[in-house]
């Protein structure tokens, strides 16, 4: 059977996007630039619901990116919690100081401007540029480059990152006007998340099940290029233990403590001395650490 002229057709995407789409904040017309922004950075490797609540919560206090970069970076990392990879919050707040500095505080609304603040990558850049500022621009994040593997290529590529072949290709794909183009972007998004899932998609209730090119050759499962990552025992649970110990004190907290955390003594060395290399953790006094930025009483 031969591949239908237009595969992710934008009618179908669409109509099934007004009837499933999620009601998330940062999807509404009052969202600001920085509140999509935001969005995107705590939303990378963690689900919707994890981080809604953190979300609410950072922009309650930081509502504009002057207000985040007027703080010391340790308080990014202590109002990020548990949501994992602390890293997102230095660059949220580095990207804040550059915003503040360099914008008048106001975030850029091109994918070129937007690359060259710090921590924010290619993805990032062009999913704000769609979506908080109606650009034309193709966003292929884990679940539009599912739906792009399977429905147009006709290959299943378990926990594949996206390339720039795939943004070539959705380019080719997006409708003309922008903004309908940007609203696409999302919507063939949400399929993926609600849909077209990793595991157990549900066909039945997908629009292109009749234009899909996986589901015409067989539905073969694809085989994952990189196993799950455990959790327990590992680095990062170790590193967590830390950072979790530091931003629960109101102080700096002594080497035996943040050593003590973790049973392994060789691994809390190493996670201590990859904690102070990422930035994250800097040394105060003698043998006490802090979160960055933190002002340490003489």
Known sequence: MPRPADPLDPDLILDFYDRN????????????????????????????????PVYERWLQRWPAPPDLAAEPAGEAIRAWGRLGYPRRALRLHGAAVAITADHGGQVPATVEELLRLPGIGEYTARAVAAFAFGARVP????????VLSRVVRGVDE???????????????????DPAIAARFSV????????????????????????RCAWRRSGAVAGVGR???????????????????????????VDMPDLLGSTEDAVQARRCLDSLLADGLVERALDGWFVLPGTAVAG
């Open 21 to 52: 789409a999620r009601d998330l904040p940062w999807r509404r017309t009052a969202a600001t630039p920085w509140a999509v922004l935001v969005s995107e950075v705590m939303l990378q490797q963690t689900p919707v619901t994890r981080v809604l």
């Open 139 to 146: 966003v292929v994040d884990t679940n539009v480059r599912r």
């Open 158 to 176: 378990p926990r594949a990152s996206a390339t720039a072949a795939d943004r070539a290709e959705m380019a080719t794909l997006l409708p003309p």
């Open 187 to 210: 919507a063939v998004m949400e399929l993926g998340a609600l849909v077209c899932t990793a595991v157990g998609p549900s066909c039945d209730r997908c629009p292109l099940l009749a």
């Open 226 to 252: 990189r196993p799950v990552q455990a959790w327990h025992g590992t680095d990062r649970q170790a590193r967590g233990r830390m950072m979790a110990l530091l931003r629960g004190s109101a102080g700096p």
